[in-house]
């Protein structure tokens, strides 16, 4: 079964900001650190971030820093990617991603994955 | 910048495969920290290594992880018609950062 929930797909014009949410079934993702991992159409996997979600301190990849925010609300265990100034590039599915203890350095369970499309 | 991964493999039933993931001093080298996910088309990825060699409950033993310098490689054994999909290694790379493969492409012909 399904354990980690996303937001569903969005369709935003370019220049524009998109939220996608992530929230597990089973668990509070407040307790872990979460990763954000994107995949644009023919392309490989791409690591966007990471956030604690016990204090909500985040880290981003260098080639989003700037664009990227991510944020947890803990009245109800959910985290979330925004991303700003969007760009066509940015079409692709985003997954959250769970590591499942501080320092374990992987991913061991995954959202379903959002669809942001980016189009005027 | 990304792990270098053979862009696709192919290989008959029963056969062994083994897909390098060649990174830098920075991240594959460093650390013990690499990680191997199963992606399938319209799937979550899943995890199939961890910790450079270490196998998560419910995998297969015909998958392991081994690694050498800044070398890691996954390596199938057995190959399987279910084995079909793309690899991606990932690794840890300093600052709390991580970096992934390129990713592979196995056809089981």
């Known amino acids: 079964q399904v354990q980690v929930v996303q937001s569903g797909a969005e369709m935003k014009k370019p220049g524009a900001s998109v939220k996608v949410s992530c929230k597990a079934s089973?668990?509070?993702?407040?307790?872990?650190?979460v990763h954000w991992v994107r995949q644009a159409p023919g392309q490989g996997l791409e690591w966007m971030g990471v956030?604690?979600?016990?204090?909500?301190?985040?880290n981003y990849a260098k080639q989003f820093q700037g664009r990227v925010i991510l944020t947890r609300d803990t009245s109800t265990g959910t985290i979330y990617l925004e991303l700003s100034s969007l760009r066509s590039e940015d079409t692709a599915l985003y997954y959250c991603?769970?590591?499942?203890?501080?320092?374990?350095?992987?991913?061991?369970?995954w959202g379903q994955g959002t669809l942001v499309t980016v189009s005027s | 910048s990304a792990l270098t991964q053979p862009a696709s493999l192919s290989e008959s039933p029963g056969q062994s495969i083994t897909i390098s993931c060649t990174g830098t001093s920075s991240d594959v080298g460093s650390y013990n920290l690499v990680s191997w996910y199963q992606h399938r088309p319209g799937k979550a990825p899943k995890l199939m290594i961890y910790?450079?060699?270490e196998r998560p409950s419910g995998v297969s033993n015909r998958f392991s992880g081994s690694k050498s310098g800044s070398t890691a490689s996954l390596t199938i054994s057995g190959l399987q018609a279910e084995d079909e999909a793309d690899y991606y290694c990932?690794?840890?790379?300093?600052?709390?950062?991580?970096?992934f493969g390129t990713g592979t492409k196995v056809t089981v012909l």
């Open positions: 910790g450079d060699t």
């Open positions: 089973a668990y509070n993702l407040n307790n872990y650190y």
């Open positions: 956030i604690n979600g016990n204090d909500g301190t985040a």
């Open positions: 990932c690794s840890f790379a300093g600052s709390a950062t991580y970096v």
């Open positions: 991603a769970r590591e499942p203890a501080p320092g374990t350095s992987f991913f061991d369970d």
